[in-house]
């Protein structure tokens, strides 16, 4: 099984920045990307960022384009989220996934909050 660990959530005000971290472990054998996703209070889950665990290609929602960046450090199977120049929409539940694709996410974290007050 895999466990997904999340870390870095927090209040900012707007314009601020904020790092999450995303740390799997256990079974990391089948996965062929890790992401992020967002959940606003009210609203449905939706994706933020993703990343291919070989070759590193990213996709990023729209709305983060320019602000947010995905990376991941494959020794310590950990996935990044840099958020710089966060708005107050920003704001939710942050969560890590992991799966075989940004669609196809089979394993969840927990969720961390960002909150972005303006």
């Known amino acids: 099984q895999l466990q997904l660990v999340e870390s870095g959530g927090g209040l900012v005000q707007a314009g601020g920045s904020l790092r999450l971290s995303c740390a799997a472990s256990?079974?990391?054998?089948?996965?062929?990307?890790m992401g992020w996703f967002r959940q606003a209070p009210g609203k449905e889950r939706q994706p933020v960022a993703s990343i291919r665990w070989s070759g590193g290609s990213t996709y990023y929602a729209d709305s983060v384009k320019g602000r947010f960046t995905i990376s991941r450090d494959r020794a310590k199977n950990t996935v990044y989220l840099q958020m710089n120049s966060l708005k107050p929409e920003d704001t939710g539940v942050y969560y890590c996934?992991?799966?075989?694709?940004?669609?196809?996410?089979?394993?969840w974290g927990q969720g961390t909050q960002v909150t972005v007050s303006s």
């Open positions: 256990g079974r990391t054998f089948n996965t062929a990307a």
């Open positions: 996934a992991a799966g075989l694709g940004i669609s196809l996410m089979t394993n």
